[in-house]
């Protein structure tokens, strides 16, 4: 999120762009085209996301943000090394060294 194509940083480098997992929501003045977003129950829209929760704008090797300069203000406010940050490394860190399945954010 801090932009997957947050990459230029050392620590975003080293890892699989996990905050792209996260829900995204998008605001009216985000300008995101419609067919990468979807609608939540509660009325909310959102970056859309795969099966195993990866938002459609990233890339299949998750090395960059497909629409980096035009990416949702929430994403360009997501701090590396904050603490979102951080909780959502030591969660996939967890799962995937434990083998367990990736669980969707909701
Ligand atoms: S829009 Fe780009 S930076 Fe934001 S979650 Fe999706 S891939 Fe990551
Ligand atoms: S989770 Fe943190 S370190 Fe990983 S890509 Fe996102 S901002 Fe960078």
Do not use: K
């Not at 975003?12 to 419609?34: G, S, Y």
């Not at 929760?53 to 299949?60: E, K, L, P, Q, R």
């Not at 990416?71 to 090394?81: H, I, K, Q, Y």
């Amino acid at each position: 999120m801090s932009g997957s194509a947050h990459l230029p940083e050392p620590l975003c480098a080293r890892c699989d762009a996990v905050c792209c997992r996260l829900t995204v929501v998008v605001q009216p003045e985000d300008r995101i085209p419609a067919h990468l977003t979807a609608h939540t129950a509660a009325g909310l829209t959102v970056m859309a996301r795969d099966a195993e929760g990866w938002c459609v704008a990233i890339d299949a090797a998750r090395m960059c943000c497909a629409i980096y300069d035009t990416r949702p203000d929430v994403c360009r406010r997501f701090t590396m090394s904050g603490p979102y940050c951080l909780a959502v490394r030591t969660d996939y860190l967890d799962s995937t060294s434990r083998g367990i399945p990736l669980a969707l954010y909701s």
